[in-house]
T-cell receptor, first 113, second 110 residues
């Protein structure tokens, strides 16, 4: 079975540009999580969805960040406008209903210059 | 509230044992353990769902003391493949939100 798929794997952009990160969860998984990982703050949950509905977005840093899940097989995390402090590795993870194990995607390494 | 992991780093020789601790200031519903190798995604190791629960996987096991709000990960007879950063993630209630500690860097040398 394919695992969680994320794209792009690497993104380099300039400050002020819009960045869109994409995630395809494992088929049949009902929960989808977006994390950000930095050396300073570690692994932080940004937002998670259950059955395509956002449940907890308390970790979204500010209005420049937005996330959507238009269907069960696709989610996006958008940063507009991007800033250098957004540079991090962004992970997407999914979990099947009734379970707690989170399966992480390979991550997107974002560098904002 | 982010759980506190200790130690921050540990260096072992192959075959030695290690213990990694995870403490929370809040009551815990469950504790998750993940391992992440450099440049890769975190990989699930195990979940402890009940107070006092202990689990084992190969030579890696864990315990959960609900009363003390802490969990420990035990690595015995370490192998080179055990090297990586170990994270505990804590869940405080019915919400599926996990809060991760800052990690413990484990290095196993030959």
């Amino acid at each position: 079975d394919a695992g969680v798929i994320q794209s792009p794997r690497h993104e380099v952009t300039e400050m002020g540009q819009e960045v869109t990160l994409r995630c395809k969860p494992i088929s049949g998984h009902d929960y989808l999580f977006w994390y950000r990982q930095t050396m300073m703050r570690g692994l932080e949950l940004l937002i998670y969805f259950n059955n395509n509905v956002p449940i907890d977005d308390s970790g979204m840093p500010e209005d420049r960040f937005s996330a959507k899940m238009p269907n069960a097989s696709f989610s996006t995390l958008k940063i507009q406008p991007s800033e250098p402090r957004d540079s991090a590795v962004y992970f997407c993870a999914s979990t099947p209903q009734g379970r707690e194990t989170q399966y992480f995607g390979p991550g997107t390494r974002l560098l904002v210059l | 509230q982010q759980p506190v992991q200790s130690p921050q780093a540990v260096i072992l020789r192959e075959g030695e044992d290690a213990v990694i601790n995870c403490s929370s200031s809040k009551a815990l519903y469950s504790v998750h353990w993940y391992r992440q190798k450099h440049g890769e995604a975190p990989v699930f190791l195990m979940i402890l769902l009940k107070g006092g629960e202990q689990k084992g996987h190969d030579k890696i096991s864990a315990s959960f003391n609900e009363k003390k709000q802490q969990s420990s990960l035990y690595l015995t007879a370490s192998q080179l493949s055990y090297s990586g950063t170990y994270f505990c993630g804590t869940r405080g209630g019915s919400n599926y939100k996990l809060t991760f500690g800052k990690g413990t860097l484990l290095t196993v040398n030959p």
